[in-house]
C-alpha cells in the first residue's frame, strides 16, 4: 500500500510479472498471427495487455522497446507488404442499448442541422475489413488490383494474393457495368470478409484429426486463414466478402450509404441483402430485434448492426472523432459469453488416449443454450489460467463449437476458489500411467487396450463424416462394450440381430436398422475407411487424397515415405505418421479383418491424364465458374501447361468475362479461342 492507499506492485515483483506478461504475450501473438491457432479470446488477451500497460505505467523505468504494449497493431505474418491506406480505415463507435442509439440519434440531428437525416441499418458482420482497390484496365473495366487489410487502420497488408481466392471478390469489373454505375476505372470497395459457420466447423474438424487446437472463433479464423502464406489453403477456407463502402480517389461515394450498397451489388459484390432505412429509434430497434432473432439462421456470425447516416452531405457536416466517424455506430449484441463457477474438473480420454480436462460448471444460460460444460484444452492451459477449483470463469460459447473457458474473472463481486487442481498420473478410465511425449502439451493414456480408446474409436467410426452409421450413438456404443460385444470396430461387423435384440431399449426394428446401416458402411470407400481407422494427422482433406492417389489400402501400405508425399499436403510429418500406422501388427490385423467382413477398401484412382499433354493455354478474363486457380490445376492436371502471354507457341486462349489484350492477341495471332465451355470439353478429350 502506498500512503494514497492506492495498491501497487513492489518493484521486484514488478520486473519478474512484467518478463513474464510479456514472454506470455508474444507467444500468443505468435499463435494468433504466425501460426493461426490461438489458444486464448481476444479478452483474455487484452487482461494480460493491459496489466502489462499497467505495470509499466507504474514503474516506467521496465518499459523496454521491444514490450508487446510498444507495438501498434500486429505482427504481419513474414511475406506481406505493408501498404498505407488511400484513408484510414476508422473503427465504430458502439452503442449497446436504445437509449444510447437515442442520444446518438439526438446528437446526428442537432449536428446535422437542416441537412436530411435518415439512417441505413446493416448487418454487422463478425469479421474483418478489407480494402479492394480497383484499377483501369485497356478495355475500359476495372480489375482488381490489391486487397489489404485493416491493420492499425493506416497502414494494412497486402494480402492480394488470398483475397483473389475469395470468389465473392470480382477479379474484374466490365466497362459496361462501371458505366452504368457512374463510376471511373480506378476506385476502392470496403468490407467485411467472413468465415462462414460451415467452413469454420470443417476446418475445426480437420484440425482435430490431424492433432491441432481448434480455432476460436470464425473471425479469428477468417483472420488467420487471410495471413496464411498459402493461397491455395486460403481457397479451400471459402471465405466470403461482404461490400459496403465503395471509395473514389479517397472519398466515399457521393449519393450515399443506400446508392452505394446498390451500386456495389449492381457492379457484382456480395452485398449483404438484410438492411433497411430507417428513420426512428423505433425503427432501429425493431430492425435489431430481427436481426437477433435470425442470428442463428444466417450461416455467418454477426455480432451486431451498423446504423449508417445516408446521405453523403449530412455524413460530411457530422465529421469524424479522432477514431470513428460521427455519421455511424456500432450497436453491439450483449456477447456469448457468460460467468459462472468451476464446481469440479474432470479429465476425459480421447481415442487416441489423448486426455482433456473439463471444466464441471454451475449452470449457465450462453446465447440461447444452458452451458455447464466446457473444455479447458490441456494441464498447460489450467495453470496458464491459474484456475482453482470454486473459481469463477468466463465461458465462451459460439456456434455449435464446444463451449471453453477463456478467463479467471478476479473482482470483488467474485472470490477466488481455493483447490489447486492436480492433473492425473493415471488414466481416469483404466488407471493405467498417463504419459506425455517430448514437446507435446497433452497426456495421453499409454494402455493400448483402454476401454476408453476403444469406445471412442467406434463412435468416431460411427461419424456422420466418417462410415457414417447412423444410430452408433454413445448409449449403443455402451452397452456393445459392457456385453463384450466387439473388441474392435471391425467387430461391429459381425454383430447379430440377436445381440442387438438383447440390449436395452432394442426392438426388433431398430436393431435390423443398426445392422443396415453397418451393413451400408461397407461400400463407405477408402477415404472414409483411413479416416476411420484414425490414422494420426489424416483429416478428412488428406484421406480423400491418399484415397484418389493410391487407389487401394494395400497400394497405400506399399507406399514410402517419398511415395507419400508426393501427395498434394503430405509432408514428412503427415508420412511419417502413416508408415507408423502400417508397421503396427495390430493396425495390419484390424485392415485383414474389416477385408474379411466385405468392407470396400479401395477409391476410384484419380488418374493423371495427358489429352492435353503438348498444349499451352493461356487464361484471360473471368470464366463463369472455375476460378483462374482451377481452371490452371486442371489444365495442369491433364499435362497440358499454362502461359502468361499469348504467342504463337500458344495452342488455345481461354477467354472469360472481360478477357483483355490478350484475346485481341490471339485474334492477331490467329491462336484459337475457347471459352470454359471449350475448356471443360477439351479436358473430357472432346477435342
Ligand atoms: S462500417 C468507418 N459496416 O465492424 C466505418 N463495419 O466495429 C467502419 N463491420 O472495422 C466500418 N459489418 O470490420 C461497417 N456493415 C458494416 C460492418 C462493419 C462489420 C466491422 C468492420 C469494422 C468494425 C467496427
Redesign the pocket.
Known sequence: MTAMGETTTPPLAAAERAAALREELRRHEHLYYVKDAPEISDAAYDTLMNELKRLEAEHPELLTADSPTQRVGGKPAEGFKKVRHSRP????D?AYSADELADWDRRVRELAGLLPVEYVA????????IALRYEATGNGGARLQSGVT?GDGQTGEDVTSNIRTIRSVPLMIGAGALKRAGLPQAFEV?G?AVMPEAAFERLNEEREQEGLPAAVNPRNAAAGTLRTLEPGIVARRRLDF?A??LLVEGEYWPQGQEATLDALSALGFRV?GQRRVVRTVEEMTAFIDAAEAGRDALGYEIDGV?L?VDSHLTQQRLGYTGR??RW?I?YKFTAKSGVTQVNGITVQVGRTGKLTPVAELTPVFIGGTTVSRATLHNADFIERLGLRLGDFVRVERGGDVIPKVVEVVEDAGHARGSEQFVFPVECPECHSAVVRAEGEVDFRCANAACPAKLRESLLHFGRRDVMNIEGLGEAVVQQLLDRGLVADVAGLYALTEAQLTGLERFAEKSARALLGEIEGSKRAGLARVLMGLGIRFVGVRTAELLAEEFGSIDALKAATAEELERVEEVGPRISQAILEYFAQPENLALIESLRAAGVDMTAERKVRTSQLAGLTFVLTGTLPTLTREEAKRRIEDAGGKTAGSVSKKTSYVVAGEDAGSKLDKALELKVPVVDEAGLLALLEGGA
Request: glycine letters at 4%.
Open positions: 480505415m476508422l473503427s465504430l458502439n446493416e448487418l454487422k458482420m463478425d469479421g474483418l475489413s485493416r470496403r467485411e461482404y459496403y463502402f449483404n451498423v449508417k470513428a466517424p455511424a456500432a
